[in-house]
């Protein structure tokens, strides 16, 4: 007993390496040159759109950077325009809730064309020459602080000398007075500058992680773009 042989296919189909017979729409020929669209996506030879990929990544990139802009402007801005300040002094200082010092003037840094001078000494400020007044009368406490954390403004070296914590943003009045004069300059702590910065970091990794999701999927999708084409070629 034979077998019936299939019936031939109809007129103008076409034989793909897979073993398959598809209609004249689905030619590689004619999807190449753009027709057949919203013909079934199974089929040898048809296009993947890889724009939502590449889409995906561009989004991932451009949020990053702006995280990280936006990060490296705030910390700038919190330590720089700052203004010293000859003791005695009164100032008033528009805080944000943070950790703040009072840097006192401990050296001077010089630099010319080919050579460097820099010399300084600890901070000499103690707690009880800083007087910090909340705008409701309330005294806040201070700390001294080590000399570790240093600023430049110019050719002179602050170093935090005395602390204080502000949990209300307002305006406070700081009045320093020392036994002999100095220079001091009111700002907030290095470590809440970056703490304050850091949020824009969120930022940045959001975009990081939408930047590689970007980047696996416009692979993924080249890869199988690349193995449909190859299987349609062989028709």
């Not at 064309?113 to 406490?141: E, I, M, W, Y």
């Not at 001294?144 to 209300?168: L, M, N, P």
């Not at 999701?213 to 070629?233: D, N």
Request: proline fraction near 9%.
């Amino acid at each position: 007993m034979t077998t019936p042989l299939p019936p031939p296919p109809p007129a103008g189909w076409w034989l793909a390496s897979d073993g398959r017979w598809y209609p004249p729409e689905l030619h590689p020929t004619v999807l190449g040159s753009g027709a057949g669209a919203g013909a079934g996506t199974a089929a040898p030879g048809r296009e993947l759109k890889v724009w939502p990929a590449v889409t995906l990544l561009t989004s991932g990139v451009v949020l990053a950077l702006v995280g990280l802009v936006l990060f490296g402007v705030s910390g700038f801005r919190s330590i720089t325009g700052l203004r010293a300040h000859d003791t005695p002094a009164l100032i008033a200082v528009d805080c944000r809730a943070s950790d703040y010092y009072v840097y006192e003037r401990t050296g001077s840094d010089f630099r010319g064309p080919g050579f460097s001078f820099s010399r300084s000494h600890p901070p000499t400020l103690q707690p009880g020459d800083v007087v910090v007044t909340a705008p409701d009368g309330t005294k806040l406490a201070t700390w001294a602080g080590d000399g570790s954390e240093t600023i430049q403004t110019g050719s002179s070296i602050y170093a935090d000398a005395v602390g204080f914590h502000v949990s209300k943003p307002a305006v406070y009045e700081v009045e320093v007075t020392t036994p002999t004069p100095t220079s001091v300059v009111v700002a907030p702590s290095l470590g809440s500058v970056f703490l304050h910065a850091a949020r824009f970091l969120i930022l940045f990794g959001i975009g990081a992680v939408i930047t590689v999701a970007g980047a696996v999927l416009l692979i993924v999708m080249l890869v199988r773009r690349s193995h449909l084409r190859r299987t349609a070629a062989g028709w």
